[in-house]
């Protein structure tokens, strides 16, 4: 059994992908972070444009084909039902030519009737 993009022990279709095709709604911002740490890999831009808050969305979203994400870790998250805002700090790796890269960020959430965007994140 293989693990979901995210990270999670649990397959893709059980976990991120329900998100990313709308058969279901992130109940935390973790779980909104993950779905788009998983859509940053498959280079799905329709659902990171749409998980993004409208104040802060930008026209669209440039994938460079030569980076390669393999690794979410998840420092630390709070934010879930019934809060309005949420954070999630976290740790990306990725490979460009076979050179492994990390990006630590802290991002913001918003929750608005009962769905999560991605709001900004500062890299540490
Ligand atoms: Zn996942």
């Excluded at 329709?46 to 802060?56: M, Y």
Aim: glycine content about 6%.
């Amino acid at each position: 059994m293989s693990n979901c993009f995210c990270g999670n022990p649990t397959l893709a279709e059980q976990c991120c992908l329900p998100l990313l095709k709308g058969t279901e709604t992130a109940s935390s911002c973790e779980r909104l972070m993950r779905a788009r740490y998983t859509a940053y890999a498959l280079k799905d831009e329709s659902f990171l444009l749409a998980s993004w808050h409208p104040s802060t969305r930008p026209p669209d979203v440039p994938f460079d084909p030569l980076t390669q994400w393999f690794e979410l870790k998840i420092i630390a998250s709070h934010g879930g039902e019934p809060d309005t805002a949420g954070e999630v700090e976290f740790i990306a790796k990725f490979k460009q030519q076979g050179k492994a890269y990390k990006m630590h960020e802290r991002s913001q959430f918003i929750q608005e009737q009962g769905q999560w965007f991605y709001l900004d994140g500062a890299i540490m």
